[in-house]
């Protein structure tokens, strides 16, 4: 720490603070203060500042621009006050111990630990006190380089005294945000009502107050890498969805979210405010089946397109989609959750929900033939089995490998692309419909 040259000066808490949020384990913070400058060299201590801000990423500007101040040297101190490191500061230095009785122990601090604390008695003897005896313990004073609460301690020359408002910027880690959706499918699954929400997890350690606050969606580039975010237990603060959510604009390359009324952002919180209001779209239910990753089951996903003509047409920040449909009651039933990318608009979204029970599906190689020595035939068979009590359309989505051709099949195919085959498959109610192709493999 510094070498004080004068009485520090104090920060008040900020007049005015904004905070941006990204995806990336990031926040940019501005904050607008009041502070007093002694003219000439001295020193300032500017005070509540969150315990995982990057330093180096500090700013600082007086508002009106009357005289000039300049910062010549910063130090953040964030080695905080606790009993133990007091200790270790005031090890070969006086303190007093007080025991329940009254009794005073007074010397020079050689050891603690193990529930005891040796000293150095001013008349000569050498006591090892029983911390379990004592009620209070006393040192002169708090010792030098431990701080309260994290610190930023500033040498500057000013050419002015007195009060001035200031500009402070700078940028933390342990502050992050996802979108959270819930869709509600109707009772015939052919419309989605969509909700979204911004969650805000902030662990940075400092408390935001009446911030105006902004969230980027959109990966930016970071010219390092950051420690990982931190997790733990957080309170939730749920805005209700009859508040005004977010104003969204394009902002260079991504997407911004401005609230349009100050909110906090409280440490060790995870604050929702509503991203949108509910928006219902026109959506398919479609059965896939990839016997390259699930041997026997079918999945169920829902797709739609993200426009104005199916009801949406917004700009969608990556985050978990909750599905939901009511029941004949009226409850909810949870259907299954899904991620999903930074979407823009009159893009086409598909949401996984789950595996169908009551269809049921296996891929049999049923041959494999030797053309040549670098030529082979294989025959496989995929069987589907609908148990349901309706028709269904399952797309059977086959990788394959190398360089290969159909040579024969007995259902109408589509090249997804130069490794993936298709064949959509439509299959009665309670019937089993059961795919044959074959496929010749060349080595080259």
Do not use: C
């Amino acid at each position: 720490m510094l070498a004080v040259m004068a009485v520090f000066a104090t920060t008040s808490v900020a007049d005015d603070i904004a905070v941006t949020v990204y995806n990336s384990n990031l926040g940019v913070i501005s904050e607008t203060r009041t502070l007093t400058f002694e003219e000439g060299e001295n020193q300032l201590a500017f005070r509540d500042v969150p315990s995982s801000i990057d330093p180096n990423s500090v700013r600082f500007e007086l508002v009106d621009g009357s005289g000039e101040v300049a910062i010549l040297e910063q130090n953040y101190a964030f080695d905080l006050v606790n009993s133990s490191k007091i200790y270790d500061k005031y090890i070969d230095k006086r303190i007093e111990l007080i025991d329940e009785d009254g009794e005073i122990y007074a010397g020079t601090l050689l050891a603690y630990g193990g529930g005891t604390v040796t000293l150095q008695s001013t008349d000569g003897p050498l006591k090892i006190v029983q911390m379990g005896d004592i009620r209070e313990v006393n040192f002169p004073e708090l010792p030098e380089g431990l701080v309260t609460r994290p610190t930023l301690f500033w040498r500057y020359v000013s050419d002015i005294s007195g009060d001035r408002d200031t500009r402070v910027g700078y940028q933390t880690t342990n502050m992050s945000w996802s979108a959270e959706y819930v869709g509600l499918l109707d009772e015939n699954d052919e419309n989605l009502d969509l909700s979204g929400w911004a969650a805000i997890n902030n662990t940075s350690g400092k408390t935001y107050k009446d911030a105006t606050l902004k969230l980027i969606a959109g990966d930016i580039s970071r010219a390092r890498p950051e420690p990982q975010f931190r997790g733990g237990r957080a309170d939730v603060m749920v805005v209700p969805s009859i508040a005004k959510g977010f104003d969204q604009k394009a902002f260079f390359e991504y997407h911004m979210y401005t609230l349009p009324r100050k909110a906090t952002v409280a440490d060790k919180e995870i604050k929702q405010i509503s991203l949108f209001e509910p928006a219902r779209t026109t959506v398919e239910k479609v059965y896939l089946y990839e016997p390259g990753r699930n041997a026997t089951q079918v999945k169920v996903a829902v797709k739609f397109v993200n426009s104005e003509e199916t009801g949406l047409g917004m700009p969608l920040p990556a985050g978990r989609v909750r599905l939901f449909k009511a029941d004949t009651d009226g409850s909810m039933i949870l259907l299954g959750e899904d991620r999903i990318d930074h979407t823009p608009r009159d893009e086409e979204l598909s949401l996984t929900v789950g595996y169908a029970f009551d269809i049921m599906a296996e891929e049999t190689t049923v041959n494999r033939a030797r053309i040549s020595k670098s030529v082979e035939d294989v025959d496989f068979e995929v069987e589907l089995r609908n148990r349901k009590d309706e028709a269904v359309t399952v797309t059977v989505e086959k990788d394959l490998w190398g360089y290969w051709e159909i040579t024969d099949a007995d259902f109408e195919w589509t090249k997804k692309d130069a490794n993936t085959i298709t064949f959509d498959v439509s299959i009665p109610a309670e019937e089993t419909v059961t795919v044959r192709y074959t496929v010749r493999f060349t080595n080259r």
